[in-house]
C-alpha cells in the first residue's frame, strides 16, 4: 500500500515509518525538516512541509494522490515560536479529512491521546479532541489511538524527563511522585499501526501495557536501566513546581520544547491512565521495554546532560548579554582601549557596535528559531576578538584577570551547546 505518515521524524512517526517500511508498504514521510531523516532512512520519499500552514483542503490535494492510507503521528504540547497547536491538530486534519473525502478515501489512523481529565480544557487535549470528533463523524474508514505515555530505544519529551530525573544525584527530588502511570513501548504502536493498515483494528482504541505504576516506581525504574545505584525518592510539595512550570511555559513561547510546561504538569497531576481498551494486542510493560533495549553510555550521558542543556543555553545569554551591556555602562574607559589605534570617534563607535553585537548574540541564542545561528555567530565573534586583541594589545594574554584566557571555556561552553541543540 501507499502510505502517507504525517510527523515521520518524530520519535513515534520514525518507528511507525520504520515498521511500515518493514511490512512491504510504499511510504511516504512528511516533516518540517527531514534533511537528516533522509540520510536515516532513505527507503521512505520524504517530502518537507509544515502542518500548521495546511489548513486548507486544496494544500492536501497533491499529496493525498494515490494515498491509501494517511497516519497522523504529528503534534506539539502547547504555542509558541516552533508550534501552532491549532493549526497542527485541528486546522490542519480538518482540511485533510475534507481533502481526503475527495480523493480515494483512504484509512486515517490517528495518534491521539486520552482527552478527558484534568487537563482537558486546554489547548493540546482540546485540539486533539476536535480533530477526533471530525474524524469520528467524517465517515472516512478511520482508527483512532489513544497510547499511554510511550517508551522505546530512543527518547523525547515526558520520556527523555524520565531519564533525566532518574540520572538526577544522590536523591530524586519529584512532584506528584505517587501519580499514577500507565505505559507501552513505541514498537506496541507501530504494531496496532501495523494491524490497523491490514485491517485487523478499527474504531477507537486506547493502548496501554496491564500495569500501573507510580512516577516514583518509573523514575526508579529508569535508574536501574541507566545502571545507577538506587536513590531515595524525596517528594516535592506541589506548589514549588510553579517556578519552573513557569520558566518552561516562557521557554516554549521561545520556541524550546520543555516537557515541564503546564500542560504536562496538569495532565501528571492526576496521572497517565487509559481505559484499557487494548484492541486486542499484548502490550509491553515498561521493565520489559527497557530490558529489551539495554542502555548504554550514550544514553548516561544524555539523561545527565538533559537538564544542563537549558542551564547552558540560558548561561551563554547571560554571559554575552552582560559583556555587551556592561561595557555600555563606562562606554568612554572601554573605548579608551582603542584609542592607541584609532580616533576617538571611531574608537566610541567600534566599542558601541561591539556591545550591541554581543547583546544580539545574547538575545537571539535565546529563541529556538535562532540558537543554531547565534551559538555559530558567539564562536565567530569570539574568534575575532581573540585573534584582534592579540594583534593590538597581547599583553592581554598575561593580565592577571585573565579577560582573554576567559573567552575560551566560553568558546567550549558553545560547542557543547550547539552539539546537544538538536532535540530528535
Not at 516554549?252 to 504536562?264: E, F, H, K, Q, Y
Request: hydrophobic letters at 50%; glycine letters at 8%.
Amino acid at each position: 500500500m501507499n502510505i502517507l505518515i504525517l510527523g515521520a521524524t518524530g520519535f513515534i512517526g520514525s518507528v511507525v515509518a520504520a515498521r511500515l517500511v518493514a511490512d512491504g508498504h510504499a511510504v511516504t514521510g512528511l516533516g518540517r525538516n527531514p534533511t537528516r531523516a533522509r540520510l536515516k532512512q532513505p527507503a521512505i520519499d520524504w517530502r518537507r512541509a509544515d502542518l500548521s500552514r495546511m489548513t486548507k483542503a486544496t494544500d492536501w490535494d497533491e499529496i493525498l494522490k494515490d494515498q491509501h492510507v494517511v497516519v497522523n503521528c504529528a503534534g506539539a504540547l502547547q504555542d509558541g515560536l516552533s508550534d501552532d497547536l491549532s493549526g497542527t491538530q485541528a486546522e490542519a486534519m480538518l482540511a485533510l479529512y475534507s481533502a481526503a473525502k475527495g480523493s480515494s478515501r483512504p484509512l486515517i489512523v490517528q495518534i491521539s491521546a486520552k482527552t478527558a481529565g484534568a487537563a482537558s480544557d486546554l489547548p493540546f487535549l482540546a485540539t486533539k479532541r476536535r480533530a477526533d470528533e471530525a474524524l469520528a463523524a467524517s465517515g472516512l474508514p478511520h482508527l483512532i489511538l489513544r497510547p499511554a505515555l510511550v517508551l522505546g530505544r530512543n527518547a523525547h519529551g515526558g520520556s527523555a524527563l524520565l531519564r533525566a530525573l532518574a540520572a538526577f544525584p544522590l536523591v530524586l527530588p519529584l512532584v506528584h511522585a505517587e501519580s499514577p502511570v500507565e505505559t507501552l513501548s513505541v514498537d506496541d504502536v507501530a504494531e496496532a499501526v501495523s494491524r490497523a493498515v491490514s485491517g485487523g483494528i478499527s474504531g477507537d482504541v486506547d493502548l496501554a501495557a496491564n500495569e500501573v505504576l507510580t512516577l516514583a516506581d518509573l523514575v526508579s525504574l529508569h535508574r536501574q536501566w541507566l545502571g545507577l545505584p538506587p536513590a531515595r525518592v524525596f517528594a516535592l510539595p506541589g506548589w514549588l513546581a510553579g517556578p519552573v512550570t513557569w520558566l518552561a511555559d516562557l521557554s516554549g513561547l521561545l520556541g524550546w520544547r520543555s516537557p515541564l510546561r503546564s500542560t504536562a504538569m496538569t495532565v501528571i497531576t492526576e496521572g497517565v491512565r487509559s481505559s484499557k481498551k487494548g484492541g486486542g494486542l499484548a502490550l509491553t510493560p515498561a521493565a520489559a521495554t527497557l530490558a529489551a533495549n539495554p542502555s548504554g553510555v550514550q544514553d548516561l550521558w544524555f539523561a545527565r546532560l538533559y537538564l544542563l542543556k537549558p542551564l547552558v543555553i540560558s548561561g551563554l545569554s547571560a554571559f554575552w548579554l552582560l559583556s555587551g551591556l556592561i561595557p555600555l555602562l563606562a562606554l568612554e574607559n572601554t573605548s579608551a582601549h582603542f584609542l592607541p589605534f584609532m580616533p576617538e570617534p571611531a574608537a566610541t563607535a567600534l566599542t558601541l557596535a561591539t556591545c550591541l553585537i554581543d547583546i544580539a548574540l545574547g538575545a537571539a541564542v535565546l529563541l529556538r528559531p535562532l540558537a543554531k545561528r547565534a551559538l555559530l555567530g558567539m564562536l565567530a565573534v569570539s574568534f575575532a576578538y581573540l585573534a584582534g586583541a592579540s594583534l593590538l594589545e597581547p599583553a592581554l594574554w598575561l593580565d592577571p584577570l585573565g579577560p582573554l584566557v576567559k573567552v575560551l571555556p566560553s568558546m567550549l561552553l558553545t560547542l557543547i551547546a550547539l552539539a546537544t541543540l538538536d532535540e530528535r
